[in-house]
């Protein structure tokens, strides 16, 4: 099985891929944090193996997933190295193992591919762990049911774990946040005030109106 294994950031300096760059058949390449198109295309371009792995942080891996969706490349397995594994969001969620180091770069490696949401956005971006609306105030809908009308203290958005259309909205509200009210569908849309959303650690401000939604094919992610 062959892989490339993508460096993000300062991640050849913070941990060694191990088992990933072992094999003869696995090449590493250095990138810079958050790699874009001009970085990224032509060693995709170059690519002609199986897997891909990253190693990075979940914005990181964003930013390449979002390039394979975009240069129809999805077939290829992605495992993920997580640079630190304990703040992750995407390993957390997709049961990645967190406190076993070598196990993890293990299922980077050699993990199964197995098809899981792939969540896109109508800002360009790509939405693999964790979303989050700050204070919003306007309108809301999941699908066809209304998520929002008036004010929260936040909206956080994650892909679906659980075999559902796509994706999971938690609306918070109320002092300290003790209140909540979960929607599950395919979209989930917002109009509202000017705030902030993050979307896999990386801040968006001034937003007035945001779109997530089920990307027509899923993320093959390396799992234990």
């Not at 240069?71 to 390993?91: F, H, N, W």
């Not at 203290?153 to 774990?161: G, K, L, S, Y």
């Amino acid at each position: 099985m062959s892989a490339l294994v993508l460096a993000c950031g300062n991640a050849t300096t913070t941990a060694s891929p191990g088992p990933l760059t072992d094999s003869a058949r696995s090449e590493l390449r250095e990138l810079p944090a958050r790699p874009g198109r001009k970085v990224l295309d032509p060693v995709l371009a170059e690519f002609t193996g199986d897997r891909l792995v990253v190693r990075g942080d979940d914005a990181d891996l964003a930013a390449v997933v979002l390039r394979l969706m975009i240069k129809d490349r999805l077939a290829v397995t992605v495992g993920y190295l997580p640079t630190e594994p304990r703040t992750s969001k995407i390993a957390r969620l997709w049961g990645l193992p967190l406190d076993r180091p070598d196990r993890l770069a293990e299922v980077a490696a050699t993990g199964s591919a197995r098809p899981v949401p792939l969540v896109r956005d109508d800002a360009g971006g790509v939405l693999l762990g964790h979303g989050v609306v700050h204070r919003p105030r306007g309108l809301a809908f999941c699908d066809d049911a209304t998520a929002l009308h008036g004010a929260a203290t936040r909206i956080e958005v994650a892909p679906d774990t659980e075999g559902g259309a796509g994706l999971v909205a938690r609306v918070v509200w109320g002092l300290f946040g003790r209140k909540s009210r979960e929607f599950r569908g395919r979209a989930f849309q917002l109009g509202c005030s000017a705030t902030t959303v993050e979307r896999d650690g990386v801040a968006v401000e001034g937003a007035t109106k945001w779109t997530w939604y089920r990307h027509t094919e899923d993320l093959r992610l390396a799992q234990p």
